[in-house]
DNA sequence: CTATTGGCACCTAGGTGTTAAATT
DNA sequence: AATTTAACACCTAGGTGCCAATAG
């Protein structure tokens, strides 16, 4: 089975960010004028992302690999639809800081430097690549699967590098998260507690809080729970 | 999510086989001389494979899809590590008779005919393709997502053809099956909740029955469940 | 009548934060 | 003292055959 795990090396390193990666297979001649045939590139979740971002994202990372939530799912545009691309993402280290989180304050003050020299870079190649434009463009790519780990020997579903020509990089601010191993900051637990429908267990069952805000319905998928149409009951049939 | 669904047309339909299909992704001549280069295919699990066909093997199929059990895995031997292949399995009738279950007898019998020239072919490409010789050979090439399906309008997963050049066809006599919307033959039932992991709910508790029979780790993963090792008390922590 | 469908209980498989213990 | 690990209860998601109901 095809598993999808992002190396991140490092202990409390402060400000990774997100990149997603575009690349056209075979291209006939590297120019600028078919980069210029604005290709657009949309974080889906965006909403819930900035959430994440305005408290400070954090995300867990574990020796057997963790998933992001929220997951990066983008809509791409203005590809050549005959054109085969491959779609990745990469985790870009946005200092060289090592981080702690002050408690009291509920902020990350530096607390030393990592040398990220000796971090090769680890790109997450989409599954379904390669694939044409077309195909890209018809459905939201998605990277769900992808895990975060410490473990340095793993490298499944990584490569070394793309072609150096015909890449393009996309971006996006309120993807930057911190890496932790146990979450510092309450508020970021509570919200994944209220979003991450497999953290269903730890939802405070009094309030019904934040499970009325579908702003994404893909990030919150709790209108297909079953539970919500079956009989209540609980009856067999005769 | 990539999802493989195969269709299987026709209700009580004897006889269909199952074959692997390996293609060479642009490939700069097509000619005898390399095809003689001695790719072996080997089915795995084969023993399993062949007490289902002493019996008579059938497949559920639903309008949802259904999965095939035992599986289809194959090892693959002789590939060109560089050279990109494809690998598909394909579904072909064996004849275009119908055949109905004579509950008595145990036996199948010819009940009519069935049109197959309506049938589209339906391969189902394995989604790692296309992959090089050597990350084909270096791992087991499993096609356990394959669902069959009466669904007609379903074709998730699914090409129209192969190249016609380059393309070879191994097939495997005990991957035979009948395809049913229930099981017919009760000895089949019982092997497949024998075998089947998901199923065990429905073993008998008094027999031990063939659940040592480990011939193929692969197909039976019993020896990984976690009910044998877990604590049996059931207690929480204080 | 036979063949098919849909709901079900019971599984596997694996994604959550929690907690206590181990590590540094 | 801070960080990491491992086991755990509680979820989601989905693969089984069974059985009653429906379709043909």
């Given at each position: 089975?095809?598993?999808?795990?992002?190396?991140?090396?490092?202990?409390l390193m402060k400000e990774a960010e997100l990149?997603?990666?575009?690349?056209?297979?075979?291209?006939?001649?590297?120019?600028?004028?078919?980069?210029?045939?604005?290709?657009?590139?949309?974080?889906?979740?965006?909403?819930l992302w900035r959430r994440f971002h305005d408290i400070g994202t954090e995300m867990i990372?574990?020796?057997?690999?963790?998933?992001m939530f929220p997951?990066?799912?983008?809509?791409?545009?203005?590809?050549?639809?005959?054109?085969?691309?491959?779609?990745?993402?990469?985790?870009?280290?946005v200092d060289?800081k090592r981080y702690r989180y002050v408690y009291h304050s509920s902020q990350w003050m530096v607390a030393?430097?990592?040398?990220?020299?000796?971090?090769?870079?680890?790109?997450?190649?989409?599954?379904?690549?390669?694939?044409?434009?077309?195909?890209?463009?018809?459905?939201?790519?998605?990277?769900?699967?992808?895990?975060?780990?410490?473990?340095?020997?793993?490298?499944?579903?990584?490569?070394?590098?793309?072609?150096?020509?015909?890449?393009?990089?996309?971006?996006?601010q309120e993807t930057e998260f911190t890496t932790v191993?146990a979450y510092q900051n309450q508020q970021i637990t509570k919200l994944k507690?209220?979003r991450?429908?497999?953290?269903?267990?730890?939802?405070?069952?009094?309030?019904?809080?934040?499970?009325?805000?579908?702003?994404?319905?893909?990030?919150?998928?709790?209108?297909?729970?079953?539970?919500?149409?079956?009989?209540?009951?609980?009856?067999?049939?005769?």
């Amino acid at each position: 089975m095809k598993e999808a795990k992002l190396l991140f090396v490092g202990r409390l390193m402060k400000e990774a960010e997100l990149e997603v990666k575009l690349a056209e297979e075979k291209r006939p001649k590297a120019g600028a004028e078919s980069r210029a045939g604005g290709v657009q590139v949309e974080l889906q979740g965006s909403e819930l992302w900035r959430r994440f971002h305005d408290i400070g994202t954090e995300m867990i990372i574990t020796k057997a690999g963790r998933r992001m939530f929220p997951s990066v799912r983008v809509k791409v545009k203005g590809l050549e639809p005959l054109q085969q691309y491959y779609i990745a993402i990469d985790v870009v280290p946005v200092d060289s800081k090592r981080y702690r989180y002050v408690y009291h304050s509920s902020q990350w003050m530096v607390a030393g430097n990592t040398d990220h020299s000796c971090i090769t870079p680890r790109l997450y190649i989409h599954p379904d690549s390669p694939c044409s434009g077309e195909t890209w463009m018809r459905q939201i790519v998605s990277f769900d699967r992808v895990k975060l780990t410490n473990n340095e020997m793993d490298d499944k579903g990584h490569i070394q590098s793309l072609p150096a020509e015909g890449v393009q990089t996309f971006s996006f601010q309120e993807t930057e998260f911190t890496t932790v191993t146990a979450y510092q900051n309450q508020q970021i637990t509570k919200l994944k507690i209220d979003r991450n429908p497999f953290a269903k267990g730890f939802r405070d069952p009094g309030r019904n809080s934040s499970s009325f805000h579908l702003e994404d319905p893909l990030e919150s998928q709790d209108f297909l729970n079953p539970t919500y149409v079956k009989d209540p009951s609980g009856n067999a049939r005769p």
